[in-house]
């Protein structure tokens, strides 16, 4: 890793423990502050609530400065809001600091992919960006495990205590090691003019291709702890472990999406990327009774999680041009909206008494979604040429 990259790495190790980390350390905040972990659920919800809101707006608002300054202060905001919540001495305090910790999230992913994408090396720029996520699956192979550690054995602030020195590191090296770059906004150009964006077709495929697609792995991972107890009929001890597979899984899949996506057009990346999602989701509701084959597609299906990743950055820069930071950021809130519609949509079967691996049928038909929008993204783009 070239050391300007660094500081990118480290901001999405962060980022991807405090984002992950909470759903392992639940019951330890809700038996701490009293409440239900119903109420205590609701955490995750502003989270991603506050990344939805945050990641275009606070692009938006910070495209006249350098990338270097938008970095440092979002990390700023990122570092203040987890050592908050460490300290937040009921869940609504806590509800509204997860939110404003929320903010900077996608924003800094967005603008970071943009970074990266222009410090890489000729036919690397996916690569590249894929350096800065695999911070967030090192996170969920090692950080988030030991983060539920922490908060288990002792004490969950000291998890938000540990994300908080991982912040203040993170300022450190974008101070030393990121490379200073130009403003994404022209001489002359309003912030509102960047919202021209929104008025693009393309980008508004990349858009549903992110929001849809993608929240078919959400409907998996969502309800992996059931999934594995009740039909693959692990011990509940073993849930741990399993995740760890799905984040090793993570680490290999963020590797092969950043190559893939320097190899093949973007779109074509992303389009055989879901179709795998989708066969993926299939062989898990077949076949999650055998826990060998459980454990292959676990591993699998965590590779293809992260994979999407830098393809689709790449494919929403490449979509967005003179706004491209703005791009990369809703791309991020998109990825969040998946989240929230893959956990919603496949928590339904469930609802209405159907088995604990229907969700991911439900998964399935988002990632064929996903493959439908991306062959008509393909199209548009060759009759472009």
């Known amino acids: 890793m070239k050391k300007h990259f660094f500081p990118l790495f480290l ?8 984002e992950f980390v909470v759903m392992g350390i639940l019951p330890d905040i809700a038996n701490n502050l009293g409440v239900s972990i119903t109420d205590a659920a609701h955490i995750i919800s502003s989270y991603a609530a506050g990344v939805v809101v945050g990641a275009p707006l606070l692009v938006l608002l910070g495209s006249k400065y350098p990338p270097k300054k938008m ?20 869940a609504t305090t806590l509800l509204f600091f997860r939110f404003l910790a929320g903010l900077p999230h996608g924003a800094f992913f967005g603008i970071g992919a943009v970074v990266a994408s222009r410090l890489a090396d000729e036919g690397k720029q996916a690569q590249a960006i894929s350096t800065m996520f695999a911070g967030l699956t090192i996170a969920n192979l090692l950080l988030v495990p030991i983060g539920t550690w922490i908060g288990h054995e002792y004490l969950w602030r000291y998890t938000f205590a540990l994300v908080t020195v991982i912040g203040l590191t ?5 101070n030393l ?23 693009r077709v393309d980008a508004w495929l990349v858009i549903v291709i992110t929001s849809i697609g993608t929240g078919g792995l959400f409907t998996w991972i969502s309800y992996i702890a059931p999934l594995m107890t009740e039909v693959s009929h692990f011990s509940a001890s073993s849930v741990s472990w399993i995740m760890v597979l799905a984040g090793f899984g993570m680490v290999v899949g963020n590797i092969i999406g950043g190559k893939l996506a320097d190899k093949l057009p973007a779109v074509q990346a992303c389009l055989w990327l879901l179709v795998a999602m989708a066969v993926t989701l299939l062989g898990i509701h077949f076949f999650s009774e055998n826990k060998i084959i459980s454990l292959i597609l676990t591993f699998i299906a965590g590779a293809l999680s992260i994979s999407l990743a830098a393809p689709i950055q790449i494919l929403m ?4 041009k003179g706004a491209e930071m703005l791009g990369s950021a809703a791309t991020q809130a998109s990825f969040n909206i998946g989240n929230s519609l ?3 949509l496949g928590g339904l079967p469930i609802t209405y008494g159907f088995g604990y691996n229907t969700p991911v049928l439900v998964g399935m038909a988002m990632a064929l979604v996903g493959v439908f929008f991306s062959f008509v993204l393909k199209k548009r783009l060759s009759y472009a040429e």
């Open 11 to 18: 901001g999405g190790l962060g980022i991807g423990t405090t």
């Open 71 to 90: 970095l440092l202060f979002l990390m700023v905001i990122f570092t203040i809001f987890n050592s908050l919540s460490a300290l937040a001495p009921d």
């Open 170 to 174: 993170t300022l450190l090296f974008i």
């Open 177 to 199: 090691w990121l490379p200073a770059l130009p403003s994404d906004r022209n001489e002359g150009e309003s912030t509102i003019s960047q919202l021209e964006l929104f008025k």
């Open 317 to 320: 820069i490449s979509t967005s």
């Open 342 to 344: 893959g956990a919603f």
